[in-house]
């Protein structure tokens, strides 16, 4: 039998436990657009040692969606609202007017993104641009005030090539990825107009994106090809400034071996990856050229390239989980503290959500295409809402939509927007600084892209 079949079989067959029904029950549903629905959604699996304990968030109680709003043509759960606000190669517009808000048209392709809170309470969405050809493509921002609504719009990154994703620093800059061969990863300030700092130190790759562990100065990174790797950078201390920030210049770039399949293994069967594994990490071989041909020398001379194959990584997102009632609740099979912080990427050759427990350093697969119907097309970007809601996107090769998913780990993946653009996908979703507001883009409607703000029920955000 299918390794998956079996897999969503036990899923489905599976009957809430009391952790399970803490939850609450789902919010009342309405007509689904979708196949899949909060009602059959969520069979709890109880966490065990072999797995990783990562508690749900408020999200695994959504109601099925609604029907698609005639105006964005996107799906969402009832309580929610949804608006565009921006649309590409066209000016932002003032609240309420056909006024441009500044002189900066929306980029085409908008793709990976990030929020950052503003001094006078308002806040910012950065948005790559994944324009393939210099100098196109990019970075942009929006700007909101206190009130939520739109008050500026500018770049803050130019002469680049297919920037796909990146990421968040904990000192809130943005760093801007490129996805090309030897792509590399600026460092931009999201608070103003200006122009990103190339961090070379950072690997030369078809770069997704990045996430940062402050507490271990480490930066984690996707590569974003068939026979990609998962990265870590490692900060010399002559790297670190006197605030704790990293400068990303000095440290060691490295690849990730998952045991027993070490430097070029792969493992296909879904199920054989969802127990923990210990991890080791090898410097990657001549770190400053453009790992794909660094591979490929390698492997051209009969050797193997260092590392274990990823195939295609996307989204990255680093979360420190709630501290356990008592000291070692939380430690799992073949650790020695409790989880803490949990890095979650994704791959999307093979449709797999994975997350790397770094302290412990034991890597779970936590998604695969038994835990959902449909099945993904491929997933896509991820993050993690204020309160630990793993959510990720779908970048379909061919559908006439496309979703953003609550994945939940070992458990039955619900839809939280389905979007009906035939030929985009889903890029870029990340929350407001308080949880209200979560964007994202649809990065082909109407050829080259609109972003959208869908607003929680003040229910949700109020309870957290």
Not at 164 to 177: Q, R
Not at 375 to 386: A, W
């Amino acid at each position: 039998m299918n390794p998956r079949t079996t897999r969503r079989r036990l899923l489905r067959n599976a009957f809430y436990a009391s952790a399970g029904a803490s939850l609450g029950p789902l919010l009342s549903a309405c007509n689904s657009s979708s196949s899949s629905s909060a009602d059959d959604s969520a069979p709890f699996v109880p966490a065990n040692l072999s797995e990783l304990n990562i508690p749900l968030g408020p999200l695994a109680n959504i109601s099925a969606l609604g029907a698609p709003d005639p105006i964005t043509q996107i799906a969402i759960p009832a309580g929610f609202a949804i608006r565009a606000v921006a649309t590409s190669q066209l000016p932002v517009l003032t609240p309420g007017s056909q006024t441009p808000i500044s002189s900066y048209r929306w980029h085409s392709f908008p793709d990976g993104g990030a929020c950052y809170s503003r001094p006078d309470g308002g806040w910012i969405y950065t948005s790559n641009s994944e324009v393939p050809a210099l100098p196109l493509g990019g970075c942009g921002a929006i700007a909101f005030n206190a009130n939520g609504e739109v008050d500026d719009a500018y770049s803050i990154l130019t002469q680049t090539r297919q920037n796909c994703a990146g990421g968040k620093t904990p000192w809130n800059t943005w760093v801007s990825c490129e996805e090309v061969s030897d792509g590399l990863c600026f460092e931009c300030d999201p608070f103003q107009t200006g122009e990103g700092i190339a961090k070379p130190a950072l690997g030369k790759f078809p770069h997704e994106a990045i996430a940062v562990d402050p507490i271990n100065r480490v930066i984690y990174l996707t590569e974003d090809t068939g026979d990609g790797r998962f990265y870590r950078w490692v900060a010399d201390s002559a790297d670190v400034d006197s605030s704790g920030r990293l400068r990303m210049e000095q440290g060691t770039l490295q690849v990730m071996n998952i045991a027993g399949l070490e430097d070029g293994g792969y493992e296909d069967n879904d199920m054989a990856l969802t127990t923990l594994r210990r991890v080791s990490w090898k410097d990657a071989v001549r770190p400053d050229e453009a790992q794909p041909g660094v591979r490929s020398d390698i492997e051209g001379a009969g050797g193997n390239a260092p590392g274990t194959l990823f195939d295609g990584g996307e989204g990255l997102w680093y979360y420190e989980l709630p501290a356990p009632a008592s000291p070692g609740a939380n430690t799992p099979e073949g650790g020695s503290v409790d989880t803490r912080g949990v890095v979650f990427f994704t791959t999307k050759g093979d449709n797999r959500v994975w997350a790397l427990d770094v302290e412990n350093q034991l890597v779970e697969l936590i998604f695969d295409n038994s835990q959902i119907e449909p099945d993904f097309g491929d997933v896509d970007n991820l993050t993690v809402s204020p309160w630990g809601d793993i959510l990720v996107a779908e970048d379909p090769p061919s559908s006439p939509s496309s979703r953003i998913m609550v994945v939940q780990p070992n458990r039955q993946a619900i839809p939280l927007v389905e979007v009906f653009h035939p030929g985009s996908e889903i890029c870029g979703p990340a929350f407001s600084p308080d949880g209200s507001r979560l964007y994202f883009s649809s990065q082909r409607r109407f050829g080259t892209g609109e972003t959208y703000e869908l607003r929680l029920p003040d229910a949700i955000v109020q309870s957290n």
